[in-house]
């Protein structure tokens, strides 16, 4: 749960998010949901936290975080989060 878009430069974001407190079972992953220009991106991440890379300057992505377990995935956390434009040197 809580998931926060922070650490935003013009090429890459921080996510972090809390692992939640009474999971359903052991947690197998975390998927992670990425969507810009109507692109979806499907990452499994096993930390809870990951920082993204190799981004548009200027650009809006949108994450969505879920818990997976033998069952499935769990609530879903989503963020909004625009990068910044891209510096002049």
């Known amino acids: 749960g809580n998931l926060s878009c922070s650490g935003v430069s013009w090429?890459?974001?921080?996510?972090?998010?809390?692992?939640?407190?009474?999971?359903n079972g052991q947690i197998l992953f975390y998927e992670m949901i990425e969507e810009v220009d109507l692109q979806t991106v499907i990452h499994q991440i096993h930390t809870p936290g990951y920082t993204l890379t190799g981004l548009l300057p200027n650009q809006e992505y949108a994450f969505i975080i879920a818990?997976?377990?033998?069952?499935?995935?769990?609530?879903?956390?989503?963020c909004t989060v625009s990068t910044l434009p891209?510096?002049?040197p």
Do not use: C, F, K
């Not at 090429?11 to 999971?23: G, K, Q, R």
């Not at 818990?67 to 989503?78: D, F, M, Q, T, W």
């Open 11 to 23: 090429d890459s974001i921080e996510l972090s998010w809390e692992v939640p407190a009474n999971p």
């Open 67 to 78: 818990a997976v377990n033998s069952a499935g995935p769990g609530a879903r956390e989503n």
């Open 86 to 88: 891209e510096s002049v």
